[in-house]
């Protein structure tokens, strides 16, 4: 990746991207208001009622408003890509700038964990963390901070390697800048503009990684609303009710559509190129 | 350092990455809470083999020196016992490397296929429509997640259509291209996603790269300038990024078995995590790490073989 | 002598993100068998796009919008591109400025030059490797049999531009088109790359259109030269006469601005001012702004090509006195 002179004008996949991620912010922000019942309420009258009125995207085996849970579901799958993704970013960016600045014994041994967790394939690695942690959303967090942080801090030392011997670092140092001021103040903001790219981008892959071991059971729990999950309670009647797969899997493209163009439309305006 | 001293040499960069991959596995084990014996075991296995298996792995012993008994037990080839299904661990995998080795070449070359054929599209009525829905298809086949676009692939062609199986991975080469074709395709479309985009914009450049104007000044044609300059220019990033993309390859494929119930390592993972298989799930997170860093050792030879600029 | 190229009113737009906007104007000249002229300007002034229009081998968004070409009878500029593919190679051919970005780095050398002549001439893999194999000789790269099998990134720069000049030639064009050949080369290498061009000329009978920007190359090598500033031919006409009596402004300030070309101990002179853009070229004449004897009628009308010697045409009204002041 290579940083270049920002541009002025939004480029029009930014918009876009913004757009339907505020979107689904808002959606998941009013779900209570806007949907029209309550999640988990099992109606046994409108058990596998097809699209209609007044179950607009249908309902379940246990008779609950598949565009309810879909709009509570909003919520966890943001949670998930959200939290997801700052908490090894925060770590990786840290990691990444410290060994990429001092270099030396702590940035060979930090390449060298890298070469490691970049050699496992990502999912495999964190179901089995997973495994050792049991089920549930929390293990996941858990199992994603200890893998997900090499992207970016792989990112920012190659950066911080670059900056580290620009003119205007030097400078800092002859003015007697402190290190730590240095770093914080001169290094890392120009060095931040690929991680926060990729970052859009890991949503997308963290959201799918999420959804992905829900499905498989070892993420979220049922009866929480969360779109992997509903795709898995509605394998079982694919032949009866498409509607209980079909939705929750268009949410989850949507929701990584919009992420998708951020991605897109922020490498373009901060002059990244992958 | 010429080409032949870089694929001698580029196999001892792996060891600090295989110690690694070995000490990841050894700890996946040795983290979980209780006593590792029963781990291994199972609640119900006989005091005797308690015994044995505690002594085999030297479990009585500090915890680094476990590890080279664990190391030791590696190198035998031995990867424990499937308490669930009663037979060596190694057993086990390899009865069901094959429908996984299968489905892994066949979405790749898939995967290669459709990247090729959309990408060239694009590229040649860049700008027009194909390019625009290809541009679109690449962006929004981003975040297809793969187990629901199996599951809407069964619903078309398996249940309206009943073209394809839904489940399994078929008996002889014919019957196994059939069977594995849904989950093939799955995994091929989102790998043809990410590829597309990176073949596409590698196309366009190259297509006008200077040398191309100077190959067109001495009268090569179209097609010729395309297929013999543009195109060998542009496949060096896409099988680079074919390379990098392994591992999500391989996460993928482990989703992709478990909808549609291919008995291969992938599906084999998931069942034995939640029937607490412990050693299972184990082996094949070590046997999909030390693939990947094979492979991808062998596609960055591959690179250096088709790329004469590559003299390091 | 009829010509080889004939070149009448050739215009080029160049489209912007403000819609098209004239890149070159009115521009015409003729070149016969054998003969070699220089086409000089500053970047900007046209001089590529002109020389590129001739194989109309324009980048995109870059569309010749008036004019004719023609080539050894070829109607350069109505045909197709599948009729274009035929000239270029067998009758007009072309070498690039950068040789290291104009040669595929993936395909050997010896492919490079052989693929012209297997397209052109259907030749089987072994006459085209042997024709390569004596272009390589007639360029003056020693050790032509193993060259043939190597990449250009073993080749060094000079090297490299001996290469594309083999290719360029594969098919025995009756022009080369050398669109700043030696720019990019080191200067002992550029005189070599120039004395093999002449060389081949006289062999070969090789017409050439030799663009450049720098005067001491079109002084040691052409017959005639056109000399381009902002997108029309300001002056042209025999080398002596253009060079040695401009009757220009701006031919005089560059061969003024040129080393050797003044009093040892003085100056050199400068041009001041740049030359304008393509989006804020004035009415008139393009260079009255910089002009020392440019006056208001300068500045209204565009002023037409007038002759000012045998085969010399010069885009100034006010030429003779420009005699006068030297």
């Known amino acids: 990746m290579r940083a270049g002179a920002p541009r002025r004008r939004w480029p029009p996949a930014l918009k876009a991207g913004l757009a339907i991620t505020l979107a689904w912010v808002a959606l998941a922000l009013l779900a209570d208001v806007i949907a029209p019942f309550p999640p988990n309420d099992h109606n046994m009258q409108a058990i596998l009622h097809p699209p209609g009125r007044p179950h607009w995207l249908g309902t379940d085996n246990f008779g609950r408003d598949v565009l309810s849970r879909i709009l509570h579901g909003a919520r966890v799958d943001l949670l998930m890509g959200v939290v997801g993704v700052l908490i090894p970013f925060v770590i990786g960016v840290t990691l990444g700038a410290v060994a990429g600045y001092f270099g030396g014994i702590v940035d060979a041994i930090l390449m060298r964990i890298l070469d490691v967790v970049l050699a496992f394939p990502w999912l495999v690695l964190l179901m089995a963390i997973i495994v050792v942690l049991g089920p549930g959303l929390k293990s996941f967090f858990i199992a994603l901070a200890l893998v997900g942080w090499v992207s970016y801090a792989r990112l920012v030392r190659a950066q911080v390697l670059v900056i580290r011997s620009a003119d205007y670092v030097a400078a800092g140092r002859s003015l007697g800048y402190s290190t730590g001021r240095i770093l914080w103040r001169h290094v890392l903001p120009n060095a931040i503009a690929p991680a926060i790219v990729f970052a859009m981008s890991d949503v997308v892959l963290v959201i799918l990684a999420g959804s992905a071991i829900s499905y498989l059971g070892f993420g979220v729990q049922p009866p929480t609303a969360e779109w992997g999950l509903m795709i898995s309670e509605g394998q079982s009647f694919i032949f009866t009710a498409w509607w209980m797969t079909t939705f929750p899997g268009i949410a989850l493209v949507l929701l990584a559509l919009g992420f998708s163009l951020l991605a897109d439309g922020l490498a373009e305006y901060l002059g990244v190129r992958e | ?312 | 002598m009829s010509a080889l190229l004939s070149v009448s009113d050739l215009c080029i737009d160049v489209t912007g993100s403000d819609g098209p906007m004239r890149a070159v104007s009115d521009v015409s000249f003729d070149l016969a068998e054998g003969e070699v002229m220089g086409l000089v300007g500053e970047s900007g002034s046209g001089k590529t796009l002109t020389c590129r229009s001739v194989l109309r081998l324009l980048p995109r968004k870059v569309a010749i919008t008036g004019g004719r070409i023609e080539l050894a009878g070829h109607r350069v500029t109505e045909m197709t591109e599948r009729q274009l593919a035929t000239v270029r190679g067998p009758v007009g051919a072309m070498i690039f400025q950068n040789p290291t970005a104009h040669l595929n780095p993936v395909m050997t050398i010896g492919n490079q030059i052989a693929e012209p002549v297997r397209i052109h001439e259907g030749a089987s893999r072994a006459e085209a490797r042997a024709r390569a194999r004596d272009l390589l000789v007639q360029v003056g790269i020693p050790d032509p049999d193993s060259r043939l099998d190597q990449y250009p990134h073993e080749f060094s720069g000079g090297m490299r531009q001996r290469a594309m000049i083999a290719a360029a030639l594969a098919c025995r064009p009756r022009l080369l088109i050398a669109d700043e050949p030696t720019t990019a080369l080191d200067v002992t290498v550029q005189a070599q790359i120039l004395r093999l061009l002449l060389d081949l000329r006289d062999s070969l009978g090789l017409a050439i259109i030799l663009v450049t920007h720098d005067l001491a190359v079109v002084s040691q090598t052409c017959e005639k030269v056109a000399v381009m500033y902002a997108g029309r031919i300001v002056e042209s006409g025999p080398k002596p006469a253009v060079l040695g009596r401009p009757c220009h402004p701006y031919t005089e300030g560059l061969v003024a601005s040129q080393p050797g070309g003044g009093v040892p101990g003085t100056l050199l002179k400068a041009i001041p001012g740049q030359p304008p853009g393509l989006s804020d070229r004035p009415p008139g004449c393009a260079f009255a702004p910089r002009c020392p004897i440019a006056r208001s009628s300068c500045e209204s009308a565009v002023p037409p090509l007038e002759s000012a010697g045998p085969a010399h045409r010069t885009a100034c009204p006010h030429w003779s006195e420009l005699g006068a002041a030297a």
């Not at chain 2, 086949?141 to 793969?146: E, N, V």
Request: proline share 5%; charged share 15%; no cysteine.
């Open chain 2, 1 to 312: 350092m010429n080409r032949y001293r870089f694929v001698l040499l580029r196999p001892l960069q792996l060891v600090p990455v295989l110690i690694g991959i070995s000490l990841v596995s050894f700890l996946l084990i040795h983290a979980l809470p209780g006593d590792p014996v029963r781990t291994l075991v199972g609640m119900r296995a006989p005091p005797d083999v308690v015994e044995r298996i505690r002594a085999y792995y030297g479990l009585d012993q500090p915890v680094i020196v476990q590890y080279f008994y664990f190391l030791r037990s590696l190198a035998e080839g031995e990867l424990g016992r499937s308490v669930v299904y009663r037979m060596p661990v190694s057993d086990l995998l390899a009865s069901r490397a094959g429908p996984t080795l299968f489905l892994l070449v066949y979405a790749t070359l898939l995967g290669i296929v459709l990247t090729i054929a959309l990408s060239v599209t694009a590229a040649r009525n860049r700008g027009r429509w194909p390019d625009q829905t290809i541009r679109a298809f690449s962006t929004i086949g981003l975040g297809f997640p793969s187990f629901w676009i199996g599951l809407m692939l069964i619903l078309v062609f398996s249940v309206r259509l009943g073209l394809f199986p839904v489940s399994g991975a078929g008996q002889g080469f014919v019957d196994r291209l059939h069977h594995l074709f849904l989950p093939a395709f799955t995994i091929a479309l989102a790998l043809s996603a990410v590829l597309t985009r990176t073949l596409r914009a590698s196309l366009i450049e190259q297509m006008d790269a200077d040398h191309v104007t100077a190959a067109r000044s001495r009268g090569v044609g179209d097609k010729d300038v395309f297929w013999r300059h543009v195109v060998p220019n542009s496949l060096i990033p896409t099988i680079n990024l074919l390379g990098v993309n392994l591992g999500w390859l391989i996460s993928g494929t482990v989703v992709v078995e478990t909808v549609f119930s291919v008995p291969g390592l992938g599906f084999l993972m998931t069942s034995s995590i939640f029937a607490r298989d412990y050693m299972t799930v184990q082996a094949i997170t070590l046997v999909f790490a030390l693939a990947t860093v094979l492979i991808t050792f062998l596609v960055d030879v591959v690179t250096v073989a088709l790329d004469p600029r590559v003299r390091m």
